[in-house]
Nanobody, 126 residues
Framework: QVHLVESGGGLVQAGGSLRLSCAAV????????VTWFRQTPGKEREFVGS????????VVTDSLKGRFTISRDSAKVTVFLQMNNLKPEDTALYSC???????????????????WGQGTQVTVSS
C-alpha cells in the first residue's frame, strides 16, 4: 500500500501562488490515481482535483478551474497541485488520496481511497 506525504503548504498573501506536493512512499504512483481534497473546520471535505492512474486524465472542480492545476512527475512519485491567484477562501487543510486504477475522477462521484496523507495547511491572508 502506498503511503502519502504532502508538503508545500504555508502562509501566502492573496494573489500569490503555492505548489503542493503529494509524495509516494513505499511504492510509486504507477497504478494509482491521486485526488486532492481540502477541508475547513465545520465544513465537508471538498474535491479539488484529480489525476488518473495513467496520468492521461486530470480534473479540477469547476470553481477552481483556471487557477488550480494538477500534474505528476515523470518518475510517478510525486503529484503536484499548482495553486495560483490564491484567495482567502482557499484557506484549508489540503490532503491527497490515492486509489488503484483510478480512471475517471469526478467531483460528483464519491470513492473509497486506498491511502490518505496527513494533509498540509494552506492559509491565504487578505
Amino acid at each position: 500500500q502506498v503511503h502519502l506525504v504532502e508538503s508545500g503548504g504555508g502562509l501566502v498573501q492573496a494573489g500569490g501562488s503555492l505548489r503542493l506536493s503529494c509524495a509516494a512512499v513505499g511504492e510509486t504512483f504507477t497504478i494509482y490515481g491521486v485526488t486532492w481534497f481540502r477541508q475547513t473546520p465545520g465544513k465537508e471535505r471538498e474535491f479539488v482535483g484529480s489525476i488518473s492512474w495513467t496520468g492521461g486524465t486530470t480534473v479540477v472542480t469547476d470553481s477552481l478551474k483556471g487557477r488550480f492545476t494538477i500534474s505528476r512527475d515523470s518518475a510517478k512519485v510525486t503529484v503536484f497541485l499548482q495553486m495560483n491567484n490564491l484567495k482567502p477562501e482557499d484557506t484549508a487543510l489540503y490532503s491527497c488520496a490515492a486509489k488503484k486504477f483510478l480512471t475517471s475522477p469526478s467531483p460528483s462521484v464519491r470513492l473509497t481511497y486506498d491511502s490518505w496523507g496527513q494533509g498540509t495547511q494552506v492559509t491565504v491572508s487578505s
